[in-house]
């Protein structure tokens, strides 16, 4: 007890010095917000090193083995669940019209895979070459579009969402107006509608259709409806913006359209 | 202002005190909206406390000093941390620059036998550590070591040839 006190004596300074030191850095960690927020943040980073340290020891106890054999039976477990299972069985549904022939089919799709909300986005969906989802076939939602499939694996595809800055849609309005529908990357709520001549009419809340131009869409899918008009001076033309009447980045099902006709389509659109 | 006298030392205290919050706090420099060039005046005070005050009572008024510019700051404990870690290095400076004879730990009226020389090295030692350990506490992390050293090169000439100058004038006798 005496050698202790005479330590303590002999390095006062110390023991002071390090007292006042968690007493300073208390204070600085609970009273400035810069240096309490990378406090936090290391703590967040090296917590987490610190605690599989942590694991490492209780793992040494005996448990690595035990670990194993559970871990063993989960994944044994996990691959029976029906989330593992590739789903071959075929969604596939047409209009039906007697009168004409069948253009176009649609195909019972999931998005299994998205990316990160930014100016370009993908998602992926669950369909491929195998039930013949091809590059440049549209996707539709419950309500609305999603986008265009650019690329095809046998089993999945990747489509490029409305919301991308490639984004091109042949859209128009009831009065057969038509123009280019785009995203600008700002809003995922607004799409703008540009390359509608100015002396057309176009009224807030008309409703946006798909035209079926480019044989991506069918003809007449909504695709939103009109929130502003803006003339554009000199151009003869008018951007329209279009609140969606979806939400593309948040759709879990989607459809795939797909065009019986296009390819006779496109050999009459690439004929001189 | 001479001498190491209990009212020397409070003087000393209020003038440096005085000195950083009202003049030199208004001195920073930088760029891109962030400084880099802060001059410390004030650990000067805890140099400059005689050689006879108990260490642990060196640590406790570098603390209470620290805090003191710490609440006129309001970096509530960056400079009371920095401060206290400079009183407690203080002792390893003054154990290798002691003099052959070892320091005349008797006042003697004027204190010439530490001479300007004496305090150049002590008060470079006292700077850097203030200031690189200062530096590093406001950063907060290893990460910012950039930040740190660039401050540091930036400040501490400053810091260190205001100390001197100042210290020439007050040449307290430790």
Redesign the interface.
Known sequence: MERILRIFLAN??????FG??I???????N??S??SE??SE?WSLYGGWFRSGKDVIDNYLDLDEENEILLRENAQLRAKLPESYYDTTVDQDSIEDEARLQRFTYLATRVVNRTPYNPNNTFVLDRGEQLGVIPGQGVVGESGLLGIIDVTTSRYARAISILHLDTRISAGLKNKAFGTLRWDGQDARYMSLSDIPEYITVNPQDTVYTTGYSNVFPTGIAIGTISEIEVQPGTGNQLLRVRLINDPLRQDLAYVVQDLFKEELENLNTTE | MRGNSLGANVGRFVLLFFLQVFVFRQVSLGWSGKEYLFIWLYPLFIAALPLRTPRPGVVALAFLAGLSVDIAYGTLGLHASAATATGYFRQFPLKFLEPKDGYKTKSTPEGRDLGQAWWVRYLAYVTVFYCVFYFSVEAFSPVFWQDILLKCLLSIPVSYLLSLILVSFLRPRL
């Open positions: 006062g300074s110390f023991f002071t010095f006042l030191q007493v300073c850095f208390w204070l600085i960690i009273y400035n810069t240096q990378i406090a290391t």
